[in-house]
Every structure is written in structure tokens, then in C-alpha cells.
């Protein structure tokens, strides 16, 4: 599980479209998003359960998040985000599972 960001000490967020194979850096206002809703996030920990039941049938978006020189990978789906340890965090209070989608079509 990854502790609360701060924004100074984050370099870059890319964002990558599986369905469109395109990958773009998230602008300021993109990037201050995300680190507040993670900040805001509800976690789940889905270590002990497949993925399947929350991505499917696969990732939307995947977030490489840049950081303090060291680069943490994410997978997405409709409001949801989750790291390679399958730490699974609500990025949307709303549930808006559009959350993403939007984000990448900005």
C-alpha cells in the first residue's frame, strides 16, 4: 500500500490507452487530481482475490506515476485504480465510471 502523495515530489503522471495504444502526460491540473483523490481515496485490498472481479474484462488505462526519481505503475478501471500489489483504491466518491475516460479525452 502507498502512502498519501504530495505533489512536490511528483515529476510526472502518464496516462496509457490500451484500446487506443497511446500514452500522453497528464497536465498540472490532471496531475493535482489524482493526487488529491488518491489522498481522499477509500482502499480495498484485493491481495488475496483475483482481479477479474473488478477488471473486468481487462484494464482501461494504466498510470505510470513519476516520482522522488522512482516510477510506480497502475492499472485502472471506470473509478477504480490499482497498483501491482493489488492495493485497490476508489478514486471517485461519486463512483463516476467515467472518472478515467474523461481524464484521458481532456
Excluded at 24 to 32: A, H, I, P
Excluded at 59 to 69: D, I, P, Q, T
Amino acid at each position: 500500500m502507498w502512502t498519501l502523495l504530495d505533489i512536490k515530489n511528483i515529476d510526472s503522471i502518464k496516462m496509457y490507452s490500451k484500446k487506443d495504444n497511446l500514452t500522453k502526460k497528464l497536465n498540472e491540473t490532471q496531475t493535482r487530481k489524482i493526487v488529491i483523490d488518491w489522498n481522499d481515496s477509500e482502499i480495498f485490498d484485493y491481495r488475496d482475490k483475483p482481479f477479474d472481479s473488478i477488471y473486468y474484462p481487462d484494464y482501461s488505462y494504466k498510470l505510470f506515476v513519476y516520482h522522488n526519481g522512482i516510477s510506480s505503475e497502475f492499472i485502472t478501471s471506470n473509478y477504480l485504480m490499482a497498483d501491482k500489489n493489488k492495493w485497490t483504491y476508489i478514486m471517485s466518491e461519486k463512483r463516476d465510471v467515467e472518472y478515467f475516460n474523461k481524464m484521458w479525452h481532456e
